[in-house]
């Protein structure tokens, strides 16, 4: 009698932050976790957005029970609209999980037929082989949950995103005497978050934002601004609050910002004393000390309010001497520029800006290492797989591990594609499946490659240059000079003679071996050839070259 | 009788960090003090280095009486070989400044006729109307010097860059007591470095690196590859020290690195005890645990040592299991993406990598903000400037000003080009000049501007169309159907019908209005009209659309 084995595939968030998704297969039946998306990196030239890449998924679309969700980020969330038609099974998740989610799809025309379940707080919901539980973690969104997925092989603890705060905004703290009743039970496998795995001590508690927007509302004389994520809802709440304690009116200023807001008041996230909440034709002669606006923008979204109210190009907030600004958010890898021109444009219109760095106004939403340390304590998993992270955070995660007791051959850090099978007594990685970037680039997904990408990265540094070859189509013969137009090469006013020259030396170069429409390849290389080293030569740059045949 | 009035001109250095360069004008007199470069932002695509304007200078050449550098990092000297040539006076720095500013002039050919003229600390140069005395501060490189300026007008202090550290590697700390000596005669004008404004506190000693790494020689179970940037003597120092220390070698890896330490050798600003430093050829056979390499590379910068050890494309040096490899060094604004991978290829191949967000391997070279109200408090100045920052470093650092009781009306936020005029009782801002980065790119300095940048930055996101429309010269009638051509825009052949189509949308919108030659500038505009609308319908990406006439 065979044993069941376990499969884990990881196909995003492992080799890079984001696009968080990952399989798990136990004999004819599939479950994915999270279905996530990533911001593209500068590199991805013109690059909208990145998914994961699911073909081993679609392979196998009849074993697939379902996907489960553990919290309404978009690096868990954002591919659903694009990945959710192709899969067409049930996606569950918490409440305002799934108010966002529908939202996601929504937007994207993905909603009909999509097939949305709500899983309470120790709740379970049976998947073919897999039974999962979801229970609560302190995160920077309400409602997000950890699983607890009983398996054939032995129980799993997936922890989601989480830290642990024991005086959360919402009172949600992480359900540690759960994970600590299965420790006791025995655990064949945690999955944990590493994305702070880097940071020694504890991450603070939200409390310690609060006690600053406190202060921030006491002592400010003018009006106060604050930016931060539209998801982050108990940094909301904790705004709100504090400016009801210092009989301060509350604006939300920007589209998703206010949207959320309407959304979490309705379904109960959010809490606003009556009469607290304002519109902005009431701002007109209202004393400075008793408004608070709160807006997006914290990561320097050219589109958002903040940076609009910082380039004084909102129609309805400008800034006034006295105004203060606090960034309650830190900047997401790759946004530091743009928030930080944000800021020096806030200071110039004479507002005091208070940020990450000069004051304690942000608190992450990820466990540092004592709290990972605690985790890995509390569960006592058998073996252990640091998730959410690039391979620095994943190795730092599995020292940790091994410091607390984990013996270093039943630690596995994974890489997006390995399929790692598990039986109550080992594991191992026994294969690799297609992982990767999808990119999305305004309609499509999936079809800008790797040569178009190439070709972008050509052209953003020195520019191109296109050459047109005018060609009898019977004789073969040259018709006239050949024709040069560049852009993003040189300033083409001052660099008109060296441009005339470039044909010159083309139609020298074309004269020697004579043009045959049969012989364009030859000729297409010839051409390129004695440009680049022209160009080189007068410029030290290397435009695209781009020779075009016209046959007349 | 009209008093002396005195100018400061930053030029660079107080919009954007780097590039820093200012003019101090008296009279018939002008001096420079540092020439320094910038290396480009994000959205300079394709831009190899950012250089000050000098306009204002070139128009006063004559009154210009010399340079004065305060160090020689690149963002102090890096412009010289670009502009010394035309500005042609003598410049004037430390020892080591001196040594580093040839190097750079010889790269670029431009050390012929430059006149370098060495001061020593405490030393003074008389430059028309300025007598300018070098004192030592403390910094990421030796020699590095702040100025005291006399002037008709009144002492000027000029901080440099600097930091306090009362055990400095090179035992040589910011000259305090020549600072309270000046402070106590009354000074006019202090002018500060406002890096770490952000920063409370006390930027670290170097001390506290030293014992970080000679914990590492003790611990490491085999060898310890150490990157730092190449200037950074003291740290290479201490490297040195640590490795002799626990009877380790040091292997000096990476031309820049070699070259440096070789010139510091040479010059005395480096100790190594006799037979401990190593070539490459010596490694085989040494026992692990003996061995130290110090690379260039923290940056990760593409060809640098490092990083091709890290991708196992060097020639010489491979990662070993047990290996120990130490960033001492922080990432510069915009590198954090790829030395993040980096680290992550390092640990992939086994080695235990200390970063700074991991271990107190590197401390900057700036003070933090008690040390900046130290020195206001020592100088006592009657006006301040902040320099060397973004606008939020110089507004944070006016805040310090007026913390320790200087009067607000006495503090100046200035941006590049400002012109500040100064007399003993009052400041005031009056005029602009001409100021902004001039772009290097490849052998040409300042052909770059907007028009450029925009193309590259337009072909960066969705590529180009190239569309050629064959012209009758005679009849002004279309040959054939026009030709397109696309690079960076879609996978060309997936996307052929549409590209085909699109021909035939060019063509029937040619047919309505007809071809002449004369009407070329309206047949432009309507091809790029019709293409932007048909491929922004098709595919919501908006590729630059070049339309090209060919006259038979």
Not at 78 to 103: C, E, F, H, K, N
Not at 310 to 317: E, F, I, K, L, Y
Request: with cysteine.
């Amino acid at each position: 009698m065979t044993k069941p084995r376990l499969k884990i595939i990881p196909l995003g968030g492992l080799s890079e932050i984001g696009k968080n998704m990952m399989a798990m297969e136990c004999e004819n039946d599939i479950i994915v976790i999270d279905v996530g998306l990533m911001f593209p990196g500068e590199e991805m030239l013109g690059i909208d957005l990145v998914i994961p890449d699911i073909s081993y998924l679609l392979e196998r679309r009849e074993k697939i029970r379902g996907i489960v969700i553990t919290h309404g980020h978009e690096d868990h969330i954002g591919a659903l609209p694009y990945l959710l038609p192709q899969l067409d099974v049930p996606v569950y998740s918490t409440r305002l999980t799934q108010g966002l989610i529908s939202v996601k799809l929504k937007e994207r025309k993905a909603l009909a037929g999509a097939k949305l379940k709500v899983v309470p707080f120790g709740g379970q919901v049976t998947l073919g082989r897999f039974r999962v539980e979801f229970f609560p973690v302190c995160h920077s969104i309400p409602d997000a949950a950890g699983l607890i997925i009983h398996t054939p092989v032995g129980t799993i603890v997936h922890s989601g995103d989480f830290k642990l705060d024991y005086t959360p905004v919402d009172g949600k703290p992480t359900d540690l005497s759960r994970l600590a009743q299965l420790g006791a039970q025995g655990v064949l496998l945690l999955l944990s978050d590493s994305t702070y795995a880097e940071l020694p001590g504890y991450t603070p508690s939200e409390r310690v934002v609060g006690e600053t927007l406190d202060r921030v509302m006491a002592e400010a004389p003018g009006r106060v601004i604050v930016t931060t994520f539209s998801s982050l809802v108990s940094r909301i709440q904790q705004v709100i609050d504090a400016a009801a304690k210092h009989q301060r009116r509350v604006f939300i200023v920007g589209r998703s910002m206010t949207d959320i807001v309407r959304m979490t008041l309705e379904l109960g996230y959010l809490k606003a004393p009556d009469g607290i909440l304002a519109r902005l034709d009431e701002l007109k002669g209202m004393p400075h000390n008793r408004v608070v606006f709160i807006t997006t923008g914290s990561q320097g979204e050219p589109t958002s309010a903040l940076v609009r109210i910082a380039n004084r190009d909102h129609r309805q907030v400008h800034i006034l001497r006295g105004d203060t600004v606090v960034l309650s958010a830190t900047p997401i890898p790759g946004n530091e520029a743009v928030i930080n021109r944000t800021v020096d444009n806030l200071f110039k219109q004479g507002a005091q800006v208070l940020y990450a760095k000069v004051a304690q106004v942000h608190v992450h939403g990820h466990g540092s290492q004592e709290e990972l340390k605690l985790l890995l304590n509390l569960v006592k998993p058998r073996f252990f797989i640091p998730i959410h992270g690039e391979y620095r955070h994943l190795s730092l995660h599995a020292k940790l591990a091994q410091s607390v007791g984990i013996p270093k051959e039943n630690i596995f850090v994974l890489e997006d594609g390995d399929v790692f099978e598990l039986s109550p007594q080992a594991g191992k990685i026994t294969g690799k499946v297609s992982s990767g970037n999808v990119y999305v680039d305004g309609l499509s997904v999936g079809d800008v490659g790797s040569v178009v990408l190439r070709n972008r990265r050509m052209l953003s540094r020195d520019g191109i240059v296109v050459v047109i070859i005018t060609v009898n189509r019977q004789t073969g013969k040259l018709v006239g000079r050949p024709d040069i137009v560049s852009r993003g090469f040189v300033d083409t006013r001052e660099a008109k003679d060296m441009i005339e020259e470039s044909r010159d030396v083309v139609a020298r170069a074309l004269d020697h071996s004579g043009v045959r429409p049969a012989e364009w390849g030859f000729i297409n290389t010839k051409v390129r050839d004695v440009l680049n080293r022209f160009y080189y030569e007068q410029t030290k740059r290397r435009p695209m070259i781009l020779p075009v045949m016209v046959k007349v």
